[in-house]
């Protein structure tokens, strides 16, 4: 089982998320060096995790526009070699920098990360901004 101290760490190293961070590590090669660009509103674990057949889940919010899931499955990769020892926080600091070289991020496991949510209301705004317009 997970400690309260494990998840208080956890909360600590997705705290290096929060903001604007360059997300280059994270993407795929060939993309523009804006499109690394990402706003980072809220980053946060939930302090109870959920035991369902005798297995914990933790349940992790992270929110902000524009990402793909690709992204998130590197971030939680990135959570979790920070957490087991692989990196140190300082690599994952490191790796949101502008112009940071590259580092290997390893992916998630997709059937282990459930999307909870979508929210498309900062994107929907936006369009009846422009579309009010003209």
């Known amino acids: 089982r997970i400690s309260q101290d494990q998840i208080h760490k956890a909360q600590s ?3 290096h998320y929060k903001g604007t961070r360059f997300f280059r590590n994270y993407t795929k090669p060939g ?5 690394f660009s990402r706003i ?7 302090r109870k995790p959920i035991v369902i057949n005798d297995r ?12 793909i899931i690709r992204q998130v499955r590197k971030m939680i990769g990135m959570l979790i070699s920070v957490m087991r020892g692989f990196y140190p926080e300082s690599v994952m600091y490191y790796s ?3 112009y940071s070289t590259p580092i290997y991020i390893p992916t998630a496991c997709a059937p282990y990360l459930i999307l909870k949510s979508i929210d ?3 994107y929907n705004r936006a369009c009846s901004l422009l579309s009010d317009l003209g």
């Open 13 to 15: 190293i997705l705290k």
């Open 31 to 35: 993309f523009a060096l804006g499109s």
């Open 40 to 46: 980072i509103k809220k980053a946060e674990i939930n």
């Open 56 to 67: 914990e889940f933790l349940v992790i919010t992270i929110a902000g526009p524009s990402f």
């Open 96 to 98: 949101l920098k502008r």
């Open 120 to 122: 498309f209301s900062e």
